[in-house]
């Protein structure tokens, strides 16, 4: 088990849709990196489209809070853009953060709580599948992903820093999220409120 070192096998699992996989991808970008990956894909004359995928209903001021955008796998192939089928990932300098993390992710247990996970669809783990279930402690996983969990934490950690952003915003009384809101209330939000992106470095 401590020889295993996680190597990408360049499948394409994780920038493609999966037919039989329940539910969408998704492939979730800050805003920094959408601005990023649309100069590249200007430059490259490529069709890049996003569309919000965390948001909040800001009270307060009347709008809704982009915290992450995610791709749209709209394209013939239902895949990231940016993935050749002969060298893979075409934008590696400027991976999103979750792209680095892969196969690791984040899984959200609620709007302020999230606990990192290792993508079962992913075929180095599906090859690996029995070794990892027998030591799947997390001193293990630091080491056979010892690329991606860095950038894992690194992930997670930007993602603390937006809530607690957003947290002081609230402290502060510039901003308010309602705890409850009806599906109603939330649809009209989004159709009618101006968008606020929340960054942070």
């Given amino acids: 088990m401590t020889d295993l070192l996680y190597k990408c096998m360049q ?20 805003p920094e990196e959408v601005d990023r990956l649309v100069d590249v894909a200007k430059e490259r004359d490529i069709k890049f489209q996003v569309i919000e995928d965390l948001v909040f209903p800001d009270t307060i ?11 749209l ?9 940016f993935f050749d089928e002969n ?6 300098e400027i991976k999103p953060y979750a792209c680095q993390a892969y196969p690791l992710s984040l899984k959200r247990i609620d709007s302020f709580n999230l606990e990192i996970t290792i993508d079962p669809l992913c075929h180095f ?5 029995e070794a990892l279930k027998k030591k799947a402690d ?4 630091k080491k ?6 860095p950038k894992a934490e690194k992930f997670f950690r930007k993602n603390k820093r937006i809530q607690l952003k957003i947290r002081k915003l609230e402290a502060e009384k510039k901003i308010s999220i309602p705890r409850e809101i009806t599906l109603e209330q939330f649809n009209d939000a989004l159709k009618n409120w101006e968008r606020e992106e929340i960054r942070t470095k």
């Fill in 11 to 30: 499948c394409g699992v994780c920038c493609f849709e999966i037919p039989e996989s329940p539910g969408a991808k998704r492939i979730p970008l800050y």
């Fill in 61 to 71: 001021n009347k709008k809704i809070l982009v915290i992450t955008y995610k791709i």
């Fill in 73 to 81: 796998l709209n394209n013939e192939k239902k895949g990231c853009p």
């Fill in 87 to 92: 060298t893979g990932c075409t934008v590696h």
């Fill in 125 to 129: 783990v599906i090859q690996h599948r």
């Fill in 138 to 141: 997390m001193e293990s996983i």
């Fill in 144 to 149: 056979i992903f010892k690329n991606e969990y």
